[in-house]
């Protein structure tokens, strides 16, 4: 199903879906992904998630149900976790034209990337400050005194 390289810090995923027009998409593995990883390191000899010694090789089943109620979430769609951590991403200050949360997310085209883009205003401070000159800031101590 897919591989990972904990000493590279990658993973691969192969899909089988026909929203994403390739094969597999390569995951890069932050400090969290590595922790949570080596953690689960030899819990199922090939597998890196398992419950109960059995591979898990879908994100719907029993079980997710079953966690979503404990957690009293039922309504909560595996799918959502994607757009949660979209959201987040962007809250976290990355800029709307980068194409890190779209190749991250794995989205074809910028415009389905759009309605995570907007939801903070912090990446605009960086902008708002560029569009700042000398000129501008003379012409604005002028006009204060």
Same mark, same amino acid.
């Given at each position: 199903?897919?591989?990972?390289?904990?000493?590279?810090?990658?993973?691969?995923?192969?899909?089988?879906?026909?929203?994403?027009?390739?094969?597999?998409?390569?995951?890069?593995?932050?400090?969290?992904?590595?922790?949570?990883?080596?953690?689960?390191?030899?819990?199922?000899?090939?597998?890196?998630?398992?419950?109960?010694?059995?591979?898990?090789?879908?994100?719907?089943?029993?079980?997710?149900?079953?966690?979503?109620?404990? *957690?009293? &979430? @039922?309504?909560?769609?595996?799918?959502?976790?994607?757009?949660?951590?979209? /959201?987040?991403?962007?809250? !976290?200050? +990355?800029?709307?034209?980068?194409?890190?949360?779209?190749?991250?997310?794995?989205?074809?085209?910028?415009?389905?990337?759009?309605?995570? *883009?907007? &939801? @903070?205003?912090?990446?605009?401070?960086?902008?708002?400050?560029?569009?700042? /000159?000398?000129?501008?800031? !003379?012409? +604005?101590?002028?006009?204060?005194?």
């Amino acid at each position: 199903m897919g591989n990972v390289d904990l000493k590279n810090r990658h993973a691969w995923v192969n899909i089988g879906s026909a929203k994403v027009k390739t094969k597999g998409i390569g995951i890069p593995l932050n400090s969290v992904a590595l922790y949570v990883l080596e953690n689960l390191k030899g819990k199922h000899p090939i597998h890196v998630f398992s419950y109960k010694g059995n591979p898990i090789k879908r994100a719907n089943s029993k079980a997710w149900r079953n966690a979503r109620k404990r *957690a009293g &979430l @039922s309504d909560l769609r595996f799918h959502d976790l994607r757009h949660v951590w979209a /959201s987040r991403y962007s809250m !976290n200050g +990355t800029h709307p034209h980068a194409l890190h949360l779209q190749d991250l997310g794995v989205w074809s085209k910028a415009d389905t990337v759009r309605p995570y *883009a907007h &939801l @903070s205003s912090r990446h605009l401070l960086v902008a708002s400050e560029n569009a700042l /000159s000398e000129s501008v800031t !003379n012409l +604005t101590q002028r006009f204060l005194q």
